[in-house]
């Protein structure tokens, strides 16, 4: 995914609105408006509806986490299709209170699915949280950080993650995969444009 979160240099504002539009599920076809900053890349339809087909024999009623969620756009894609609960953490408060407004537009607390926005450090969220497994983590952290690595490090050693669970990754299409952690496999493996996206999976 380009990336979906904004981390703003400070001193300078954002460049406008844009526009995520939600492509398979419930909510179809929906479109949501969000401020356009530095750094926040919705991932692209192109590639959320191949990651999603991927996706549709265990997103139905799956436990997601969405590490950098910025506009929102594959936590609220999973939520969409059937999750049964989406956690999106968002380290910038301008951009969580936006993922905030979308459930209030979407009426998701009317929804069978509960989703929650925890305006958090990733990293910082994944080592003092208790331990709690989802099937499906996202992560696509902003292309100029080097947060991949060190995310896929801290699900795998504080127990986010168990067999089974999948794992997405998505980064700059020059830029390798980080060395997965132990157990972890590699799946799925695509470039579309300057991006390159994947799935992890770990195997008993």
């Known amino acids: 995914m380009a990336r979906d979160r904004p981390k703003t240099p400070k001193g300078q504002g954002s460049r406008g609105p844009g526009v995520l539009r939600l492509i398979g599920g419930r909510w179809r076809g929906r479109r949501l408006a969000f401020v356009e900053q530095p750094g926040l890349r919705p991932t692209s339809d192109r590639v959320r509806e191949t990651l999603f087909n991927w996706l549709a024999p265990v997103i139905e009623g799956s436990e997601c986490l969405d590490c950098f969620a910025g506009s929102g756009a594959l936590g609220l894609e999973a939520a969409s299709r059937g999750a049964a609960s989406v956690v999106l953490l968002e380290q910038a408060a301008a951009a969580a ?84 952690p132990a157990g972890w496999q590699l799946i799925r493996d695509k470039r579309a444009g300057q991006v390159r996206y994947a799935l992890a999976e770990v195997v008993p």
Do not use: K, M, N
């Open 97 to 180: 209170r936006q993922l905030r407004g979308h459930l209030a537009a979407l009426a998701a607390d009317s929804a069978d699915v509960q989703i929650e926005v925890a305006q958090a450090d990733a990293l910082d969220w994944l080592r003092r949280q208790t331990s709690r497994r989802f099937d499906l983590v996202f992560l696509d952290p902003p292309f100029d950080g080097d947060l991949l690595g060190p995310a896929c490090e801290l699900l795998a050693r504080r127990g986010w993650v168990g067999p089974g669970s999948l794992i997405y990754l998505e980064t700059d299409g020059a830029r390798a995969l980080p060395d997965l």
